[in-house]
């Protein structure tokens, strides 16, 4: 099966392609040729990884390159910290700014944190599946809390200040395989699989 991943985010194509089945051809949107940004405008993660899933199923059919391909499916990922109300939820990648980096994302959480007990939070992603023209959606979500400082220098994005549920570490001092066993990611991408399989 070949699936087309809606997303230019290198770090999430690597995790995806080590987390799904080898029978599963996960293919980069610049293998295809797609190189134009989509614009993230929905109010949810259910609707940013929707409309990223259908903006390449659209361009994929206008280009005539859905013959080669079984299907494509998008992730959107939110960070919801529970002290902030839920916060940064849907604009967890641009956080601290539409030009920030993930170090500004970082010291921005800390920061708002600062003196604050309650640190839970939880990362959720929703993966939008679109195989035959019609779109399915499945998430995956992992709890824990916000560390006090950045710590290991594995992952992305907010994984050096976030500490899994059953842990004392954060996803950042974790092993590859061990994150991708218990992440919010993994969880959907196991999903994932059930419908692909």
Same mark, same amino acid.
């Given at each position: 099966?070949?699936?087309?991943?809606?997303?230019?985010?290198? &770090?999430?194509?690597?995790?995806? %392609?080590?987390?799904?089945? !080898?029978?599963?051809?996960?293919?980069?949107? &610049? @293998?295809? +040729?797609?190189?134009?940004?989509?614009?993230? !405008?929905?109010?949810?993660?259910? @609707?940013?990884?929707?409309?990223?899933?259908?903006?390449?199923?659209?361009?994929?059919?206008?280009?005539?390159?859905?013959? +080669?391909?079984?299907?494509?499916?998008?992730?959107?990922?939110?960070?919801?910290?529970?002290?902030?109300?839920?916060?940064? +939820?849907?604009?967890?990648?641009?956080?601290? +700014?539409?030009?920030?980096?993930?170090?500004?994302?970082?010291?921005? $959480?800390?920061?708002?944190?600062?003196? !604050?007990?309650?640190?839970?939070?939880?990362?959720?992603?929703?993966?939008?599946?679109?195989?035959?023209?019609?779109?399915?959606?499945?998430?995956?979500?992992?709890?824990?809390?916000?560390?006090?400082?950045?710590?290991?220098?594995?992952?992305?994005?907010?994984?050096?200040?976030?500490?899994?549920?059953?842990?004392?570490?954060?996803?950042?001092?974790?092993?590859? &395989?061990?994150?991708? $066993?218990?992440?919010? %990611?993994?969880?959907?991408?196991?999903?994932?699989?059930?419908? !692909?399989?």
């Amino acid at each position: 099966m070949k699936l087309v991943f809606a997303s230019n985010n290198k &770090h999430k194509l690597a995790e995806v %392609r080590q987390i799904l089945p !080898v029978e599963v051809e996960v293919i980069s949107l &610049h @293998e295809v +040729g797609f190189f134009q940004d989509i614009e993230e !405008v929905g109010a949810t993660l259910e @609707e940013n990884s929707a409309l990223k899933a259908r903006v390449v199923w659209h361009w994929l059919s206008d280009n005539d390159m859905l013959s +080669g391909v079984d299907g494509v499916f998008a992730d959107d990922t939110g960070l919801e910290i529970s002290a902030l109300g839920g916060a940064p +939820g849907v604009r967890t990648a641009r956080w601290a +700014g539409d030009d920030a980096c993930d170090i500004n994302n970082r010291q921005k $959480a800390l920061k708002e944190l600062l003196g !604050v007990e309650d640190r839970r939070a939880r990362f959720r992603t929703v993966v939008s599946l679109i195989l035959n023209g019609q779109l399915q959606q499945v998430e995956g979500i992992v709890n824990g809390c916000i560390a006090l400082a950045e710590e290991g220098d594995g992952g992305f994005g907010y994984d050096p200040i976030f500490i899994p549920e059953g842990y004392d570490r954060t996803f950042a001092s974790l092993d590859t &395989h061990e994150k991708n $066993a218990i992440s919010h %990611r993994g969880r959907a991408m196991e999903e994932l699989k059930k419908i !692909v399989q």
